[in-house]
């Protein structure tokens, strides 16, 4: 008998799709809960800035016409804070598109792709549609001070002739681990030219570190390197869906032609443009994040789990037992968390990071999970 599957491109009949966190409403309909919290997709606790919303306001009145395609304000703004041409930025629809569209012009059937082994989930999908080949790398072992983390010698160790792309997140979700500047620096410099090297830096706002790096400043000097940074995270527009890579123009050109015409609708290019000059918004997010981050560790110290060192704005625990019942316990006192079974850790959950309060009820709801 015919099935639609059978008309669809070999690498995408056995795709297994991203699995998002769990709504607030779809908790709060499915277990009849209300007042829950949702701290399993790293959002902003803070929300939107003011800026912003006041940007969102007043171009609330030009959505009946369609979005500059090329997003020349945004750009300009981009350019000058990363001190490049805007012909080196291609927008996206959150970083998530243009790490589509990197897959999209550079791989191919016969080409691979490296990524570590607990790497962002969207680098395997947006592989293997193309109908590329994806080698994960094995992570760092535990017992290693960044347990789980990018084995950039096992990645190395991965590339071949044929590998077009290799994807580099840092810091990492969902492990939260982080690789410095010298020896990410060598990685890329010893990786041949004709592989393009994308430094994934969605969370790199949240670490203050000076032995991290800032990918963009080795954009002359490394013309297959491409970054790409988000305004999901520290700048609270995750709903609006904007993000950005910088990389060679000619990089930036070939990825332009993949590029759907107006991928970031005007209210999102207003937003994101505002937030830039939002410095206080972004301040106070970071000062927020690292409280938060002190009383999540604090608190955890005292619970039976695991916990990965993070730079990001999240931690990621071992419940050392499988952790969908704890998830689903957490849930049922209205406190929503990330599983990361389709990560390969089927003992782990993700915290992201709230306001106090918000923390103070996710490690109660954590502790009481865990007695079960």
């Given at each position: 008998m015919f099935s639609p599957k059978d008309l669809a491109a070999p690498p995408v009949r056995t795709l297994a799709p991203y699995v998002p966190g769990k709504p607030l409403e779809e908790l709060e309909r499915e277990y009849g809960i209300r007042d829950s919290i949702k701290l399993a997709s790293n959002e902003n606790p803070l929300g939107t800035g003011k800026l912003a919303?006041?940007?969102?306001?007043?171009?609330?009145?030009?959505?009946?016409?369609?979005?500059?395609?090329?997003?020349?304000?945004?750009?300009?703004?981009?350019?000058?804070?990363?001190?490049?041409?805007?012909?080196?930025?291609?927008?996206?629809?959150?970083?998530?598109?243009?790490?589509?569209?990197?897959?999209?012009?550079?791989?191919?059937?016969?080409?691979?792709?490296?990524?570590?082994?607990?790497?962002?989930?969207?680098y395997p999908i947006a592989i293997q549609a193309t109908g590329a080949t994806a080698r994960a790398a094995s992570a760092l072992p535990a017992g290693h001070p960044m347990a789980l983390g990018h084995d950039l010698d096992a990645m190395r160790r991965e590339v071949n002739e044929r590998t077009r792309v290799v994807f580099v997140a840092n810091p990492n979700n969902p492990t939260g681990t982080w690789l410095e500047a010298a020896p990410l620096r060598a990685f890329i410099d010893a990786l041949p030219r004709s592989t393009l090297v994308v430094l994934d830096e969605a969370y790199t706002e949240y670490v203050r570190d000076p032995a991290f790096p800032n990918g963009s400043y080795w954009l002359t000097a490394c013309p297959n390197l491409?970054?790409?940074?988000?305004?999901?995270?520290?700048?609270?527009?995750?709903?609006?869906?904007?993000?950005?890579?910088?990389?060679?123009?000619?990089?930036?050109?070939?990825?332009?032609?993949?590029?759907?015409?107006?991928?970031?609708?005007?209210?999102?290019?207003?937003?994101?443009?505002?937030?830039?000059?939002?410095?206080?918004?972004?301040?106070?997010?970071?000062?927020?994040?690292?409280?938060?981050?002190?009383?999540?560790?604090?608190?955890?110290?005292?619970?039976?789990?695991?916990?990965?060192?993070?730079?990001?704005?999240f931690v990621l625990i071992d419940c050392r037992r499988p952790a969908l019942p704890v998830y689903d316990a957490m849930l049922r006192q209205g406190v929503i968390v990330r599983p990361v079974?389709?990560?390969?850790?089927?003992?782990?959950?993700?915290?992201?990071?709230?306001?106090?309060?918000?923390n103070r009820r996710m490690l109660e709801a954590l502790r009481a999970a865990l007695a079960i």
């Open positions: 919303l006041a940007a969102l306001a007043k171009a609330a009145g030009d959505i009946a016409l369609y979005p500059d395609s090329n997003g020349f304000a945004l750009k300009q703004a981009l350019a000058r804070k990363h001190d490049c041409d805007p012909a080196c930025i291609t927008l996206g629809n959150g970083s998530n598109d243009v790490l589509v569209m990197i897959a999209e012009a550079f791989l191919t059937p016969g080409s691979e792709a490296v990524y570590s082994q607990y790497g962002f989930a969207i491409v970054v790409t940074r988000s305004f999901s995270k520290a700048y609270g527009l995750a709903g609006l869906r904007v993000g950005y890579a910088l990389s060679h123009p000619e990089v930036a050109g070939l990825l332009n032609r993949v590029r759907q015409a107006f991928n970031v609708n005007s209210l999102a290019l207003a937003a994101a443009r505002a937030a830039l000059d939002d410095e206080e918004h972004l301040r106070a997010t970071i000062a927020v994040n690292d409280a938060g981050m002190q009383q999540l560790l604090s608190g955890l110290a005292q619970l039976p789990v695991g916990i990965s060192p993070s730079r990001g704005n079974g389709n990560y390969q850790l089927p003992n782990h959950l993700r915290l992201t990071i709230g306001t106090q309060a918000q």
